[in-house]
């Protein structure tokens, strides 16, 4: 009989949106006439610019003919949507980028779990606590860790906490460590850093030859001026970062998928015997092994976000989302509940009223108010007694979840 990988029985639980997923459905069948308001797993509710619903029309038709039919593409992705995005998006920032060093792919889920395939398993990694469950739950999934202890920590895992007291940024490590991830806008705090907390990351990660994977799905929704969108407008990143960076949020392409992987040509790791190896390169070679490119209709939609009317549109997608953070943010302080982020990225991270624990406001939450969200401590045991709102719902419903919770929680 062929052996399963035990790692993944090492996990704790399942997922955590499809577990949420699971309770709310069970809350629906019980109470027929509630009306849910979903705030839960960050899914955009408004439609794709028309701009860049065209396009992705368009690129649909040009498959239906025999002269504008697009086959196998670059696994890489097209070289006309990662200098779109190089040009667009990057230049702005100061950062130079060449299109060899840009991976566009099916989305930064995906990325952000298959980059491990081309680190080896004893590099020792730190993790956020709370943290995106995916970074967590990979390397598990490889074999890079132990078993977990009573609260959650995996062991051979360096966790990183992001609390009150560090304002959300947290310490360098005290230990030497190979590989560090870090989310800003924060998932799932939303909070950002500084150019100035960050450099602090890029100084440690080359002086320790250590690499930061980098991701910055939210970067679209920064705000306040003078915070980074990416890790490269950090001095001597190129010589230490990975950034990921997805359409999903930014553009509504949770359903569509597309993201990329920027893997600079001057990053470096070492072979067993000690040589200097180019990540990029077997980044190459894993995605023209692995993957046969995004499809040709979604890259197409995807340049056509960089269009000066498909970033106007987008935009204004990206500022209702934002406007629904403060309308969250504002309701959360007035009935006097302590909240963090929704300034620059789409969630509020609030401190559970009364002292409750994360799944106990859930449950509270859902059965008296009917609102949805995501417990803290599902994205760490840093996370417990925070609850996480997503930004994302549509403005009427997000009113009236605010609402509910004044109502409920309000003096
Ligand atoms: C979230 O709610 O944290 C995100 O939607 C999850 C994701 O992007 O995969």
Redesign the pocket.
């Known amino acids: 009989m062929a052996r399963i990988n035990d790692n993944y029985l090492k996990l704790k639980a399942g997922y955590l949106?499809p577990e949420i997923g699971r309770r709310v459905k069970a809350f629906a069948a019980a109470n027929p006439g509630a009306q849910i308001i979903r705030l839960g797993?960050?899914?955009v509710t408004r439609p794709l610019a028309p701009a860049v619903l065209k396009a992705f029309h368009d690129a649909v038709d040009d498959l239906g003919t025999s002269d504008r039919f697009a086959g196998y593409g670059p696994e890489q992705g097209y070289d006309w949507l990662s200098q779109v995005i190089i040009d667009k998006s990057y230049k702005p920032l100061g950062v130079e980028l060449k299109a060899s060093e840009m991976f566009i792919s099916d989305g930064?889920?995906c990325d952000c779990a298959n980059i491990l395939d081309i680190f080896a398993l004893d590099n020792v990694v730190a993790i956020g606590d709370p943290v995106?469950p995916?970074y967590n739950d990979t390397n598990v999934m490889v074999g890079r860790t132990g078993e977990a202890d009573a609260k959650g920590y995996y062991k051979g895992i360096v966790y990183m906490p992001f609390t009150e007291e560090n304002n959300f940024v947290p310490d360098l490590p005290k230990e030497k460590v190979d590989i560090i991830y870090l989310c800003f806008p924060n998932?799932?705090t939303g909070t950002v850093a500084s150019k100035d907390e960050l450099k602090k990351w890029v100084d440690y990660a080359n002086a320790n030859d250590a690499i930061i994977f980098f991701d910055a799905?939210y970067e679209a929704f920064i705000t306040t001026p003078g915070i980074p969108h990416s890790i490269y407008e950090i001095e001597g990143a190129k010589k230490c970062a990975i950034e990921f960076r997805s359409f999903?949020k930014t553009a509504g392409f949770?359903g569509v998928r597309c993201g990329l992987v920027v893997v600079p040509e001057e990053l470096m790791g070492t072979t067993a015997s000690g040589e200097k190896y180019s990540f990029n390169k077997l980044w190459n070679r894993r995605t023209t092994t692995k993957f046969n490119g995004a499809s040709y209709p979604v890259q197409k939609a995807a340049a056509a976000v960089y269009s000066d009317e498909g970033w106007k549109q987008t935009k204004e997608i990206i500022d209702y989302y934002m406007d629904n953070a403060r309308i969250i943010r504002e309701g959360l302080k007035a009935a006097g509940i302590t909240c963090y982020g929704g300034v620059d990225a789409p969630y509020i991270w609030l401190k559970t009223p009364e002292g409750l624990s994360s799944w106990d406001f859930f449950d509270k939450l859902l059965s008296e108010c009917h609102v949805v969200g995501?417990p803290g401590s599902g994205f760490g045991p840093s996370g417990e007694g925070y609850f996480r709102l997503?930004a994302f719902g549509d403005k009427e419903k997000v009113v009236e979840a605010v609402e509910r919770i004044k109502k409920k929680w309000g003096k």
Do not use: E, H, L, R
């Open positions: 949106f797993i960050g899914d930064s889920k995106y995916v998932n799932p799905a999903s949770t995501t997503s």
